[in-house]
């Protein structure tokens, strides 16, 4: 074939595009794969590092203790005191205040039991308590000691009292210190008018110390200051 009619051949098979085609195909490819990376989610090429991520073991409130948190007295219901208490009553003679309310002092389930085995009549008495045997703990407050008063106590027969002048406080019988087998004994304190106004409130305890053991009393409302030995007090203005 002559290289006039390859020309020939060549230009025949040339198909002339117009410039605005051109531009208009360039513009709809650049649209189409504008689209396609725009639709596309990104995906990292590195790892999130694993202790970025969150922890998979992270702790949660255990179900078991919704109850308890909800009803936190619920536990502390065991741990109630008043049973510990004795209930005293004034037997003889009562007293109020100037408001009316009544003169009271408490005695401890210690002091009571020691109460009662010192006046149980079934014990071997000395030979002075054979004579005066103990029926009471009388206590009362004079001026003198360290902090201005003191308690004076001791213990006496029934025949000391005074039913115009004393008051006597006794522990109930059916209280949980009066168990079965327990000492016959009773669980009595005297004490006189004057006494009783300095020592409304407070409890009669029987304590047992290095020293020795003793009645004392505790948690007076009307002393500011306490020496130590317990036996003095001040009052309150």
Known sequence: MSKHSLFLLCRSRTVAIPPQTIIINLHNRYITTTTTFSQTPYT????????????????????ALTPYLRHPRTALAAFNTSAMVNATVATLNPQVDEDGQPLLVSISPRAAKRLREITNPAASPSATQKENPYHHLRITVTSGGCHGFQY???LEPSSKISEEEDTVFEVEEDTPDAVPGAPAGQAKVVMDSASLELLSGSTVDYTTELIGSQFKIVDNPRASSNCGCGTSFDIKE
């Open 152 to 154: 004076l106590m001791s």
């Open 44 to 63: 990292p090429t590195r790892a999130i590092p694993t202790y970025l991520l969150p922890s998979q073991n992270q702790w949660r409130p255990q179900r």
